[in-house]
Structures are given as C-alpha cells and as structure tokens.
C-alpha cells in the first residue's frame, strides 16, 4: 500500500528557529515542532542567517533555510521575507504561513504560483510610535493588502478578528500562543541579581513606547513599594527614549537588560511578586501568556486585547496618575490576593493558552488550505467556524480552582 506523502508547509516572516527574539520566533518554533512530531509534516522554517553562529539544516525534525538580509531597524525584515518568498514559490509547499502582515505586498510570488498561504496578522503595527511616518503609512498600507491577497487570515485575538472583519471585510481564523515555553523555572537569574522569590515586581518588554514601561516605572516610583522593581528587555536598536530608561536603574529600580535563557526567564515569572503589564498596541501578546502560564499575579493595562487574555483572572490598570501605584501597595500588602490570582492565572493558562492545542489548529488550517486547492473550492468553504479547541486538549478547568 502507497503511504500518502506528508504535508509539506513552510513558516516565513521572522528571524528564525531556535527562538530567542521574538514572540513570533517562538510561535514558529513551538509550532512547527509539533506540526512534524504530532502531525507528520512536512515543515520548512525560513531563518535571518546573521542571528545564528551555526546553521545546522534542521533542528529537532524542522528543515531550515538561512538567508541572509541587510538592511538595518527599517529593511532587513522585509528583504528577508521577500527573498523567503520568492524561494519558497518554486518548492511545491502545500501551504504557507507568513507572519506579520508588513510582509502583505511581497507574496505575489505565492499568489502567481497558486500556492495557499494564510498570513497572521499580529497586531495594528502602524500605530506603533517607534514608526515614522513613511513606516506608519507603509504598515496601514500592507494591512489591506494582506487582506486582499491572502488566502486566508489568522488573527491571536477575537478583538483583531473582529477588526479584519468590520474594516477589511476579510474573516479569518482565531489562533492564540500558546503560555508555557521552555523547561522548568530556574533560580538563577534569581541569584545573579540579588532577588528574593516574591519580594519584587516584574515588567519584560521592549523599549517601545507603546509598551509603557516608562510609566510603568513612574507609578512604582510614585508608590510606597518596598520591594524592587525588576526590568528585563531592552532595545535592539539604541534610541535615546532607550538610553535615558535604562540610565534610571538604580536599587529600587534594576534594569538588567534581555534575558534569552527560556528556563532563568521562566524563574523571573514565576517567582515575582507581580508582573506589570504595559502593552498597549494590538494582540494577544505573548509575555503577558508567559507570565500567566508561570503563575504570576498580572497586573495588566486596560485594553480589550488583555480583557480577552486574562478575563476576570487578574487586575487591570489605567494610566490615571496613582491608579498603578495603588494596585502595586496592594498586592505587597495582601498575600491571599497575590496566592488567588496565581493560581487563577495558572489554571486559564492552561485551559485556553495550549501550544497542544494552537498546532493542532494550524495544523487543520494547513490541511484544509491544501484541501481547498486540489478541490477548488474556497478556502472559506472549509475554514468556517472555530479551528481553536483547547478543551480538547486542557488537563484541568478555571472551575476546579479553589478560591
């Protein structure tokens, strides 16, 4: 009996595999592992060659393709995915995913191949400040043309699909990230810094604007805290809003810079008093899952996309001067509050943020993309309705918590 050959998919549009730089980097790595150890394809990742020392042809199953792409904080994502694209038109995938929908415009050679690609749309990028104006226009441009001409869509969060659906006229599918990364948490970042498990505060983010940790840091600094403020992340290209953030380190406040080790990452979560959550721009965002999945208290910005991620399982933020400072005073006084809302973080987490279950749902998608091409018919014909099914794979409910 012939044994029907695997799915062969390729993920295009980031840096690359191992992750280390992105939250898009580990939603393709995550995924693509599992698509081959869980599902049996076929899968190809597309790398950044200058981000790797070594460039092994696979890692644990994964093909890679390195590429190398000049250009700088503006262009080098961009030529990077152009030439990916242009590559993989001529290499017979059965699907693609392209990641970050800056990238829109340069699929033609998808689409004039006839090749099936779904591109996810992150979140509203031209309302990212760190953006001039000739970048904001080109991210609102490529939008719609992503839109336009992808086969199909993928958004993190119900709120971005609702936009794609009311602004573009384009559905698309709902496939979150997934909360837990990489192994066990250590305590070494712990005691390379000097910090007592539950006795600091935590923010890890870029330096971008929208990002907010500088008022993060304004309204600690307002407070009565008396344990410190821990700062992890950094700006890849120095800026002088980055320099002046991380000249205010000092004992109350630490700015310690990335932190790439997935398992001193995770102890930095799982350990902390609280973890502060600034991100204002589009999507579910990936930091705010890991904090959740590690079980720390998350104090989050008020803004549709983290009521979806946390719902009624941690406390929100305005930027009204003293409101943050107050939520701050408050979880360093009340530990049975800190105890609740870790362990109701933990427990969503693992009902609805499962890598298990957001690969079965890219798997299907990658199925029923390549299913619609050899049938002719509409993707949309197959790709109606929910794709996302977490409680097929959740080990334990929100209401087997006890609180």
Known sequence: MIQPQPLRVALIGDRGIPARYSGFSTLVEEVAIRLVADHGMDVTVYCRSQYFDNHPPQYRGVRLVYLRAPGGKSFESLLHSARALLHAAWQGFDAVLVVDPGNGPLTLPLVLRRTPFAIHTD?????????????????????AVSARLATWLVCDSPAMAAYYRDVHQRPSSYLPYGSVVGGAPSDAALQQHGLEPGRYHLVVARLEPENNVDFIIDEYRRSGARHPLVYVGGARYASPFSRALMQQSDARVRCIGPVYDAELLNGLYHHCRSYLHGHEVGGTNPSLLRAMGAGAACLAIDVVFHREALSEQGLFFSKRAGHLAGLIERLESDDAEVARLSALATARA??????DAVSAGYATLFQRLAQARRSGVAPASLLTGDIYHPENFAQAALDDVQI
């Open 350 to 355: 693992e009902a609805y943020y499962r890598w």
């Open 123 to 143: 979140g509203l990028g031209w309302q990212r400040s760190k953006w001039g104006k000739l970048q904001r226009s080109y991210y609102r441009w490529s939008e």
